[in-house]
């Protein structure tokens, strides 16, 4: 099957500092990126989609100048979360999907912690 | 507006008794409905998925899923969990047509005692 990965699984980082997270389709090309968010005991919620070479579409109440997102390749997207504080402290998923857009493949998440 | 409702929060079960997952949706027009699991520490994994056909679909690990379009239902049942099936289960749901954008539920953790 799919292989997405995510890089990295968790991260620490201090108040005021940018992360980058790295989201890779392993042995397909991903079309379309998914960004999601979940915090802890609760569901998974869609922060962007993003298509390959196009601007990410943001959910409503997710702010595009905090999180960015680069879909540059269509092996690879980037999520940067710039000044992260401690209430950006969560579980960021990415998912991948093919021209058909029928499943969507899902990494392993990455832990940010913001301390 | 659109959303996924699963029932239970957490779901304790001994093993080989059969498991039912309640899962109701509301959405206009057309869904495709999906089951994922997360294993413990494991990311996400597409149990099975409805698109159309046969309302009644497996997946798998001995899952399936029936979709009631009368009752909104996409429940998930397994007729006996092994220890092994310990896990958040999530259900999901998006526009016909194409996966599009997956609106989940607040999941379902199952422990199950060996």
């Known amino acids: 099957g799919a292989v997405v990965s995510q890089h990295p699984s968790r991260v620490i980082c201090k108040s005021g500092t940018s992360v980058k997270i790295e989201c890779r389709s392993l042995?397909?090309?991903?079309?379309?990126m998914f960004w999601y968010r979940q915090f802890p005991k609760q569901s998974l919620m869609l922060m962007a989609t993003s298509n390959e070479g196009s601007k990410a579409t943001y959910e409503q109440g997710v702010e595009k100048d905090k999180f960015l997102i680069n879909h540059a390749s269509l092996t690879l997207s980037t999520l940067t979360v710039t000044s992260a504080h401690p209430e950006d402290s969560s579980f960021y998923i990415c998912?991948?999907?093919?021209?058909?857009?029928?499943?969507?493949?899902f990494g392993p998440g990455t832990r940010l912690t913001v301390t | 507006a659109q959303s996924v409702s699963q029932h239970n929060h957490h779901v304790i079960l001994s093993e080989a008794a059969s498991l039912e997952l309640g899962c109701n949706y509301s959405y206009g027009g057309t869904v495709n409905l999906f089951w994922y699991v997360q294993y413990p520490g494991q990311h996400l994994q597409l149990l099975l998925k409805y698109f159309s056909g046969d309302p009644l679909v497996k997946g798998i690990k001995g899952f399936e899923a029936e979709f009631i379009k009368s009752k909104f239902s996409f429940n998930l049942r397994k007729p006996s969990v092994q220890w092994s099936d310990t896990a958040e289960y999530f259900c999901a749901a998006a526009g016909g047509g194409s996966q599009g954008n997956l609106i989940f539920g607040k999941g379902t953790k199952l422990s199950v005692k060996p």
């Open positions: 998912s991948a999907s093919d021209r058909s857009r029928l499943e969507q493949y």
């Open positions: 042995d397909f090309q991903a079309t379309t």
